[in-house]
């Protein structure tokens, strides 16, 4: 069974950076695609970035730019965010999935593993 957790999350002002990271027990992201995705009360969960285990990235447009995706290794994955802004507040969440045969992104709610989730709040 696989163990996603997040860290990183907190409290910034418009402008600023934070970087979160995922860390999975066991280390699987040799073998696993991943992606970060956020929610915020009353909105489904939506694709912020994700990466292909060959190293593919693609963003959501509203972050291009601003957000990067990054393996550290196999046990953990960052985003790094910068120039954060109010509509970037959300709770962060860290999903990977095993690549298949017609897809190599992580799959999305309903599938492979997620983590618990950390805040990010963005408020002057």
């Known amino acids: 069974q696989v163990m996603l957790v997040e860290s990183g999350g907190g409290l910034v002002q418009p402008g600023e950076s934070l970087r979160l990271s995922c860390v999975a027990t066991?280390?699987?992201?040799?073998?696993?695609?991943v992606a970060w995705y956020r929610q915020v009360p009353g909105k489904e969960r939506e694709l912020v970035a994700a990466?292909?285990?060959?190293?593919?990235s693609k963003y959501a447009e509203s972050v291009k730019g601003r957000f990067t995706i990054s393996k550290d290794n196999a046990k953990t994955v960052t985003l790094q965010m910068n120039r954060l802004d109010t509509m970037d507040t959300a709770v962060y969440y860290c999903?990977?999935?095993?690549?298949?045969?017609?897809?190599?992104?992580?799959?999305?709610?309903?599938?492979?593993?997620w983590g618990q989730g950390t805040q990010v709040t963005v408020s002057s």
């Open positions: 990466r292909t285990l060959g190293g593919d």
């Open positions: 066991p280390a699987i992201f040799d073998t696993n695609a």
């Open positions: 999903h990977a999935d095993r690549p298949g045969r017609q897809w190599l992104f992580p799959r999305g709610p309903g599938f492979g593993s």
